[in-house]
């Protein structure tokens, strides 16, 4: 997920704008395309497996193949785009942007900021919700990749059952190569997702209008009254089909995730236009083909649309297709990994810019192997498209209804709306998803526990992170010397001032950082500038350049920098020097030394946090990235002093 700097104003469009704001048609087209690539993907492979899923006789949430069935199960599709995708994620949900980011994390911290701030159980509960949200999303990362490349692949059986034997190694090959490419960038061969998608796009409205051909009365499905019928009339079987049902809107939450790269209004006219139309019609064609042939398409109703001389060419567009919508999820572990990152709840991991002219083009090795390992593994487990739908859905609906939860949160301070107004309109939308996630809870036991499983592990290792971070912030300032007291303890003693700018990293704003403690203590001398650097991350997604930096001079040549970046920046500590020189300070980089503290942390009793929890906290903060490589601090000019920190 590609996020562009420097286009972004600060509603969230994209910045090549008319006087009157309107992006000109011409540039809006492109973005549009640009858009159908990243944000489509996921949703626009859903009708690989969906409408199987409900009829397939191999699928254990299968119902009937009767004409009230597909009339019902097509009603409640076609409703649930209507609702889930039209109404609640383009309509309102996108209102949310925090200042043109989008995301359930992105969304938690604006909902935060909006908050007040003396409700400490509401902030924590906030907090709390976000990163479920988003713990279950690197679990859907690892599924989305192996079910779309895998029901895509499954296309073969339709063509011919001989070759049957090639579609686990097919696929498992396919999943290699896409996540080998991860750490070249994808920005060259991602110019041709948008064409690619928009092609896949055009098959499936094309197919489905040739499926529709064989029982036009198919579009009755549009009256809701079908999909009600089903669901009071087919009992628990009905309800435990929603979950499939419900796979036709996954891939939803991408339209706010990336709505940071494109604008809401290209994300808007890409789903009216193009990706809604084409999903309904492919939809509908199924329905179609289902009534006149049977249980005889119901193993495969998405590639039985396809006449047999074009049968290779869709197994081949929609394989990659799959490959494509895997990218976006991919792209989107990255892009959550650094936000996570910034926000202070996960460690510092090695983050790679593969692209000098986007910004948001990372790749982070860790995360590109660890969701490549469960992808492939998923795959060799699960053995087919039938058995991973089992475990796809629950993590999705669940982030869902974190996303709905946190936004009936902050809507009252986000739009000013009453709360009569919040209950009636985002109330429902709510009831929606909960009986969504209800229905996706019966996949518990056949595959929906590993994403819960995953999400577990994962909010786990956030959470402890986090309360490591503030223990060992803790007990830092707890040691801390005021800095007024250091400074004037200086002008007293007057120790010996080498020539030179020395530079200290520092966490608190008020404290003196340790790394000098020790440094005078040991060393018995002071720079003659010595400047206290803090690195403060806010709630927003940037921050202006021009608002970045601030310095105050102290007394005895001591300078305290703060530089403030949002959760999409990437810090850049010779940057911020650069900028400091140009406000008057002589601080050249050949003549700076970089003091860091080496903190050695020691596990002890069970005080602030579990002991096996302070335990897993050592373990990340030892294979945390090096703050030098992080921060971008030349490695030739840091002198590292160790110390120890009991937890």
Same mark, same amino acid.
């Given at each position: ?86 109404? $609640?994620?383009?309509? &309102? ?145 009905? &309800? ?21 790269? &494109? ?119 699960? $053995? ?264």
């Amino acid at each position: 997920m590609a996020t562009k700097e420097s286009p972004l104003d600060q509603t969230g469009e994209i910045s090549i704008t008319t006087m009157s704001g309107e992006p000109p048609s011409r540039k809006l087209a492109l973005i549009v395309l640009g858009a159908l690539g990243v944000v489509y993907g996921d949703i626009g492979t859903s009708p690989l497996y969906a409408v199987k899923e409900c009829f397939d006789p191999a699928s254990p949430h299968a119902v009937p193949v009767t004409d009230a069935n597909i009339l019902g199960v097509l009603s409640l599709v076609f409703w649930a785009l209507a609702v889930v995708i039209s109404l $609640k994620y383009v309509v &309102f949900v996108m209102r949310a942007d925090n200042r043109g980011e989008g995301g359930v994390l992105s969304l938690m911290a604006l909902v935060l900021r909006k908050s007040d701030r003396s409700h400490a159980h509401m902030r924590w509960a906030i907090v709390a919700m976000g990163l479920i949200g988003a713990a279950l999303l690197y679990g859907d990362g690892m599924i989305t990749p192996a079910i779309s490349v895998l029901s895509a692949v499954e296309g073969i059986n339709v063509a011919t059952s001989r070759l049957s034997h090639v579609i686990l190694p097919l696929t498992v090959a396919i999943l290699a190569l896409l996540f080998l490419v991860q750490s070249h960038g994808t920005h060259k061969i991602g110019r041709m997702f948008g064409p690619i998608v928009l092609l896949w796009f055009l098959v499936m409205g094309a197919l489905g209008v040739h499926g529709m051909t064989h029982d036009v009365t198919v579009l009755r499905a549009v009256n809701p009254l079908h999909g009600l019928s089903f669901l009071f009339h087919g009992g628990w079987a009905a &309800f435990i089909a929603l979950s499939s049902v419900f796979l036709c809107v996954t891939g939803g939450e991408a339209l706010y995730a990336d709505m940071g790269h &494109f604008g809401r209004r290209p994300i808007r006219l890409g789903w009216y236009f193009v990706a809604l139309p084409a999903l309904l019609l492919n939809y509908f064609g199924q329905g179609a083909l289902l009534l006149h042939h049977g249980e005889r398409v119901a193993t495969n109703p998405f590639f039985h649309l396809a006449p047999k001389w074009a049968l290779v060419p869709v197994v081949v567009l929609a394989t990659t297709a799959a490959a494509i919508a895997s990218q976006a999820v991919i792209s989107g572990a990255f892009s959550l990994t650094r936000q996570a990152i910034s926000l202070g709840f996960l460690p510092r991991f090695e983050i790679k810019h593969t692209s000098s002219e986007e910004i948001g083009q990372i790749y982070v090795p860790q995360v590109n192997w660890t969701l490549a390992i469960f992808a492939i593994a998923l795959v060799l487990t699960f $053995k087919s498209s039938t058995a991973l739908a089992g475990a796809y859905g629950l993590a999705v609906s669940l982030t869902m209804v974190m996303t709905c939860v946190l936004l009936f949160l902050g809507a009252r301070r986000l739009w000013g709306w009453s709360m009569i107004l919040t209950g009636c309109v985002l109330g429902p939308l709510l009831v929606v998803d909960l009986v969504f996630l209800g229905s996706n809870f019966t996949k518990l036991l056949v595959g929906g526990w590993f994403p819960l499983v995953m999400g577990v592990i994962i909010y786990t290792l956030m959470t402890t992170w986090r309360r490591g971070r503030e223990l060992t912030a803790q007990r830092l300032e707890d040691r801390a010397l005021p800095v007024d007291m250091f400074i004037a303890d200086v002008a007293q003693r007057k120790p010996t001032r080498v020539p030179g700018v020395s530079v200290f990293m520092t966490g608190s704003l008020s404290g003196t950082p340790v790394a000098l403690l020790h440094n005078v203590k040991n060393n018995h001398v002071v720079h003659e500038t010595v400047v206290l650097l803090s690195i403060r991350t806010e709630e927003v997604p940037h921050v202006k350049p021009r608002e970045r930096i601030t310095v105050e001079s102290l007394e005895q040549g001591f300078h305290r920098v703060t530089a403030r970046y949002g959760f999409m920046d990437t810090p850049d500590v010779q940057q911020v020097l650069d900028h400091c020189r140009s406000m008057g300070y002589n601080w050249a980089m050949g003549k700076t030394t970089f003091f860091l503290g080496r903190t050695t942390l020691i596990p002890k009793g069970s005080a602030g946090m579990a002991l096996w929890r302070k335990k897993i906290f050592v373990v990340m903060s030892r294979n945390a990235e090096r703050a030098t490589a992080f921060f971008r601090i030349p490695p030739g000019r840091v002198v590292e002093l160790g110390l120890q920190v009991e937890l």
